[in-house]
């Protein structure tokens, strides 16, 4: 009698794996014997504490939807997660190309700024590149020494920058204002920062102030148009050093957030959600509005103050130009409250939940804000907003911004490339904005969302795209 490997008791035992979650597979079926069993796959094993308890129903039902032939869309997951650490990142998620990316643009933005000026100061307007009898090396050599000679960060333009960056930093905590209150944040249980905003009276002192230094001569406008190459080393210099300052002082205090461990990308990035200096100024809402709007202004009314006491008379191309960014610093001014999402949007969040502010700003329009709007209703706390403009596009506040970008660059001609830089460059970021924020938002609302991109169905142009 032959006796069976059961009975003799020699079948191999089925390897455990603790922790590790079997999922039936189906049983194969054939007319015929296989000579040799298929090799066996590696088993995985994972470590429970590794996953987070809600995610384990979710790796249990897509291998079983695998198993059936269904593979389901993979989950969203935010990056930070109720009850966990909220400093570090579970979303697995980077973004711009993850360090190699944000090491380019750290790099590249600040060389690209220097070749662009080098064009428009020296080469007039057009790109630098070497002449014929000129080597890649002889070239590079000759405007490293213009940038050393033109855009060395002297004492008078550290002393230019940081008084202004003071100034508007009193403006900011002392001037009149209102107070607003800021999302919840999870991870600190709800908890609502206040942001004080005063973005139109320091903009108009802003401007009181500017007058007063050129009439009087105390200090001449168009020394920002004569410096700008000084200027704009100790912008990139200081920009530098605060994200240290900040990054260090994160670490430090135990503030950070969302980080995922890679050092270049934590510190691009940024480590803290809300970085605030005495729990007063906020960074974030300072640099938004005051920093860069305000000082474009100043350098458009410094071009036009040169232009005219050269010639005696300002181009209608840079009377243009003062006009737009004086509407557009002026716009991001007062509505500085309103700057966690966009005006029309956010003052309908104001209004559902009872914390409108009505202000009458010069100049006023008429269509801010709309009495019971058009609304769909979500599983969370808030509503998405389908009427006036947002019932024609979901980001028709970028159309407009994307129509300034081409006006700005429209009405300088076409002789230079370096002034189409910025509508190029705004639109391959709005874009790539418009696609995280679709795919936060489709995680957020789920059905909600689908149903709102089957009523709007356009995202920059109506009936276009």
């Not at 001037?175 to 004080?196: A, D, F, M, R, S």
């Not at 809300?274 to 458009?300: A, C, H, Q």
């Not at 005219?308 to 610093?329: D, N, R």
């Not at 696609?435 to 089957?454: F, L, N, P, V």
């Amino acid at each position: 009698m032959t006796l069976t490997r059961s009975q003799k008791g020699i079948t191999p035992r089925k390897t455990e794996h603790p922790g590790f979650v079997e999922t039936p597979r189906r049983r194969r079926k054939s007319g015929h014997a296989t000579p040799f069993p298929p090799p066996e796959k590696p088993a995985v094993t994972i470590d429970p504490s590794d996953v987070p308890e809600d995610n384990i129903k979710v790796l249990v039902e897509t291998d079983l939807a695998k198993t059936n032939g269904h593979v389901p869309k993979k989950p969203s997951k935010p990056s930070y997660q109720p009850g966990k650490d909220a400093k570090r990142d579970y979303s697995g998620h980077v973004e711009f190309g993850g360090s190699l990316g944000v090491s380019a643009i750290t790099v590249g933005f600040p060389a690209l700024m220097y070749y662009m000026w080098l064009g428009a100061t020296y080469y007039d307007g057009h790109l630098p590149l070497p002449q014929s009898n000129e080597t890649w090396k002889e070239f590079v050599q000759h405007i490293g020494g213009l940038v050393y000679a033109g855009a060395f960060p002297t004492i008078k333009a550290w002393t230019i920058y940081w008084t202004f960056f003071i100034f508007e930093a009193a403006c900011y905590l002392y001037l009149p204002g209102v107070t607003v209150k800021g999302k919840p944040l999870p991870h600190e249980g709800g908890k609502q920062l206040t942001y004080y905003c005063s973005g139109v009276w320091s903009f108009y002192v802003t401007i009181v102030a500017m007058v007063i230094l050129h009439t009087t001569g105390l200090f001449k406008l168009y020394t920002l148009i004569d410096e700008f190459g000084p200027l704009m080393s100790v912008a990139i210099v200081s920009g530098f050093l605060l994200s240290v300052i900040f990054y260090v002082s994160a670490i430090y205090r135990g503030a950070e957030h969302r980080m995922t461990g890679h050092l270049i990308y934590d510190f691009f990035m940024g480590a803290e959600l809300n970085p605030r200096i005495f729990g007063l100024l906020d960074f974030k809402m300072f640099f938004e509005v005051r920093i860069p709007w305000y000082m474009l202004l100043l350098t458009s009314c410094g071009a036009a103050a040169r232009q005219y006491e050269q010639f005696g008379w300002v181009s209608g191309e840079l009377m243009f130009l003062v006009m737009a960014h004086f509407l557009y610093a002026n716009a991001c001014a007062k509505g500085e409250e309103m700057i966690v999402t966009t005006c029309q949007k956010n003052a309908f969040r104001h209004e559902e939940r009872g914390t409108l502010l009505v202000r009458n700003t010069f100049p006023q329009l008429p269509w801010r804000h709309i009495k019971n709007p058009k609304t769909i209703s979500t599983d969370t706390e808030d509503s998405l907003f389908v009427d006036g403009w947002y019932a024609y596009a979901r980001k028709i506040h970028y159309t407009c911004d994307f129509y300034f970008a081409i006006s700005w660059a429209v009405v300088t001609g076409f002789g230079s490339p370096f002034p189409w830089f910025y509508p190029v460059f705004f639109s391959i970021m709005i874009v790539h904005r418009a696609i995280r924020d679709s795919q936060k938002c489709e995680a957020k609302y789920g059905e909600a969302w689908k149903e709102y991109t089957r009523q709007v169905p356009y995202l920059f142009i109506p009936y276009v795209f």
